[in-house]
């Protein structure tokens, strides 16, 4: 997809890295936020891509969005067209990786912030074939009253990390919780990894956090199948 800048292009990567933006993002824009870490992750292909310009419910602006948000507020009516047609997009970059390159589904990580994270969280669970794990940084999941039931079996299993600040005064901490709590019972290998003090933003301890969850991921792809 033109709209994608990928970090890393190589032609065999050990794991693929979806990694969608917050609100108002953009591939670009989300490309100073991943940079950091990629060194640490030479065999690591990232994929940024960016989410359509929408006209925005609560504000009446248009911006950059993966779905219509009408207000903050966890009793919203929901954009569910929305939220499926972004969880579209990233399984046909999945699908797309696995025909240009051969890279296969188990080779794949989805990860997202804030309502890119809430679109990885939804994308990975409802995909029909294993990934190689799912990251959801500071967010919620999206069309939570659908759950456990659009969970497909496929990633019931997959490694899942929710990482997420006390503090957070735009996602609230509490939806994060609720999130972890509702998912828990249904998924067999979630994390939930809070941050005192810190708010919709990142902190040293989470960034650590990322590298070792990424770190656990590739170990896991690079053992024999």
């Known amino acids: 997809m033109s709209s994608n ?19 108002g993002g953009t591939g670009m824009s989300w490309e100073s936020m991943v940079k950091p870490i990629a060194p640490f992750f030479p065999n690591v292909k990232f994929i940024l891509p960016s989410a359509p310009t929408r006209k925005m419910t609560f504000s009446g602006q248009s911006m950059s969005s993966w779905y219509d ?27 797309e990786e696995e025909t240009k390159l051969g890279t296969k589904s188990t080779s794949v990580l989805i990860a997202g912030a804030s309502q890119g994270g809430a679109v990885a969280l939804y994308s990975g669970l409802t995909y029909k074939s294993p990934l190689a794990g799912i990251l959801a940084l500071s967010t919620y999941l999206p069309l939570s009253k659908t759950f456990p039931d659009v969970m497909l079996e496929a990633n ?3 490694p899942l990390l929710l990482c997420h600040g006390e503090a ?3 996602v609230k901490f509490e939806w994060g919780r609720k999130s972890y709590e509702l998912l828990k019972d249904h998924h067999k290998n979630i994390t939930f990894k809070t941050y005192s003090g810190m708010g919709h933003s990142s902190c040293p301890a989470e960034i650590m956090d990322i590298i070792s969850f990424l770190g656990s991921v590739i170990s896991k792809c690079n053992k024999p199948q």
């Open 156 to 158: 019931k299993s997959t």
């Open 69 to 95: 948000i009408a207000a903050f507020d966890v009793n919203h009516n929901e954009d569910e067209s929305g939220i499926k047609e972004s969880a579209s997009t990233v399984h046909k970059i999945i699908e």
């Open 5 to 23: 800048v990928v970090i890393n292009d190589i032609s065999k990567p050990v794991v693929t890295v979806i990694f969608l933006h917050g609100l």
């Open 168 to 170: 957070d005064e735009v």
